[in-house]
């Protein structure tokens, strides 16, 4: 179940955040926020708590990212 980024709101929930795109030739904002989600390369994939602050990050860097709710 792929959500997009702009629809995610602070919870309890957890997220599996996978990286999709490159952030070659991006912003250095968005590279840093990929970063600090722990995000590394194309296909990595970590899981992190709904909170306001992933929320944030994730909704700086929607077009890079794909979230889904953790099983």
């Known amino acids: 179940m792929s959500e997009l980024a702009k629809n995610l709101i602070p919870s309890d929930a ?5 990286q999709i795109k490159s952030a070659i030739g991006g912003k250095q904002n968005q590279r840093d926020t990929l970063r600090s989600l722990g ?6 994939t970590v899981v992190r708590t709904a909170d306001a602050v992933t929320v944030g990050m994730l909704n700086t860097v929607p077009h890079l990212v794909k979230v889904e709710e953790a099983k």
């Open 39 to 44: 995000l590394k390369r194309i296909g990595h």
């Open 14 to 18: 957890q997220l599996e955040i996978t």
